[in-house]
C-alpha cells in the first residue's frame, strides 16, 4: 500500500474544504493510502489550526479540535531520528522529509514551492495533492 506524507497545508485544506487534499484525506479514511506523520507536523498542524484566519474560516474550537485528533489517529506515527537538511530556503519544511524518511514513504504531497522544488530525496518523490491523484489513478 502506498505511503504517503501530507504537509500542513495539504492537511489543513482536506480538513475543511472539498477538492484534491480532501480526496486524497479521504482515500485515507478508507485505508487505501497509509498516512504517516510525525509530532513535529502534528505539532505545526496544531498551530496553524488556530491561526486567526482558519478560526475566522471555522469558527467552531470543537470542529478544530476534533479535525487535530482524526488526523492523528489516522495516520501512522512515526518518531524520525535524522534531521536532514535539505530545503535550503525552508528549514522548516525539512520536518517532511525526516517523517518520510522514518516512515517509509513513498510520497510526500504538498503545496509548498520549497518542498516541490526539491521533486525526489532519496526515491520519495515530492509532487502537489494533483499529481499525486493523477499518479495513482494511473497505476490502479
Known sequence: MIRVVLDTNVLVSGTFWSGQSYQIINLIEKEKLI???SPAI???YNAVMNYKEIK???DH???RSQASLKL???G???YPTTNVKVVKEDPSDDKFIDAALAGKADYIVSQDKH???IKEHNGIKIITPE???ETINRNK
Request: proline fraction near 0%.
Open 115 to 117: 518542498l516541490l522544488k
Open 72 to 74: 492523528a489517529q489516522l
Open 42 to 44: 502534528l505539532e505545526e
Open 61 to 63: 474550537h470543537h470542529e
Open 131 to 133: 499529481e499525486f491523484l
Open 35 to 37: 498516512f504517516v506523520t
Open 76 to 78: 501512522v506515527l512515526v
Open 56 to 58: 475566522d474560516k471555522v
